[in-house]
């Protein structure tokens, strides 16, 4: 089912507002390599603190002017007021770069960092199983949920700053894999209570990624990006697309930046 953004905010409130005291609501996020998956979901993390909060949140989740450009990111005090909605990059479950020197082909494993065997995907399903246990009214001061980011400076991931508390009851995971249909991660799939898709033209997509990549400096050389983004971004992206679990939702991803925050204005209207 197509769906807008804000439609998406008004279904994810009333599915919350449904949810046992004990519960967290999991939304997964997912598209391929440039559908915009990112420059929706941490707006809309924001969007939906607004409105449950009925006041903009003091630690929002969108970044601004994000260093890695054109990729929306994690700020690292999201969450640690009394944001009840926090966002979440399954890009923190990228194995390191000294974990791929470790693997059988080192060179092959650094050259497709981004395909699904270069995810901890064991840790990343125990994240989600601890969000699935019911949360307590003993521990609720006192019990948290660690989770990684993917930090762009060192190229590696990190430990976020504010763990997962108990009152936060929405959370969203945005990344390439979280609706893959492959072993271990249907499984992964599935713990989700709304699966949300970004669906993207591919030559558009492959646009974002190149000039991205590019104007990122992650290659000075123009035909060297190409070649990267052709042999592991866009396949990855097919990936994504044809091997996937059914979606509730699919929004698609037209303009060169499709999701902001104007996108939500409607829900304070």
């Avoid at 599915?15 to 005291?21: C, F, G, N, Q």
């Avoid at 009925?54 to 601004?64: C, D, G, K, Q, Y």
């Avoid at 966002?87 to 060179?107: I, Q």
């Avoid at 125990?126 to 001061?141: A, E, G, H, V």
């Amino acid at each position: 089912m197509e769906i807008q953004p804000a439609e998406l905010a008004k279904s994810i409130i009333e599915l919350y507002e449904k949810l046992p005291e004990n519960e967290r609501l999991l939304v997964a996020i997912a598209g391929p390599p440039g559908s915009g998956k990112s420059t929706l979901a941490y707006p809309l993390t924001d969007a939906l603190n607004t409105v449950l909060l009925r006041h903009p949140p003091s630690n929002p989740s969108h970044r601004e002017g994000s260093p890695s450009l054109r990729l929306a990111e994690q700020d690292e005090n999201q969450g640690g007021n009394d944001e009840i909605a926090i966002c979440v990059g399954l890009d923190g479950w990228h194995y390191s770069r000294k974990e791929l020197d470790g693997f059988d082909d080192p060179k092959e494993a650094h050259w497709r960092r981004g395909a699904p065997f270069t995810f901890n995907l064991s840790s990343y399903s125990n994240f989600l199983k601890s969000l699935r246990q019911p949360i307590s009214s003993t521990t609720f001061t006192s019990s948290s949920i660690p989770f990684p980011t993917f930090d762009h400076a060192i190229k590696d991931p990190s430990i976020s700053p504010i763990p997962i508390s108990p009152r936060h009851r929405i959370i969203l995971v945005e990344g390439l894999h979280c609706l893959r249909n492959s072993d271990g991660w249907r499984d992964t799939a599935e713990m989700y209570d709304l699966k949300v898709f970004v669906a993207v033209d591919k030559d558009e997509a492959r646009k974002r990624v190149l000039k991205r990549n590019f104007e990122a400096g992650i290659f000075t050389d123009y035909k060297a990006c190409e070649e990267r983004v052709d042999a592991v971004d866009m396949v990855n992206g097919e990936g994504v697309c044809t091997d996937r679990v059914d979606p509730d939702y699919i929004i698609t991803s037209i303009e060169d930046h499709p999701f902001s925050k104007e996108a939500f204005a409607a829900l304070s209207g």
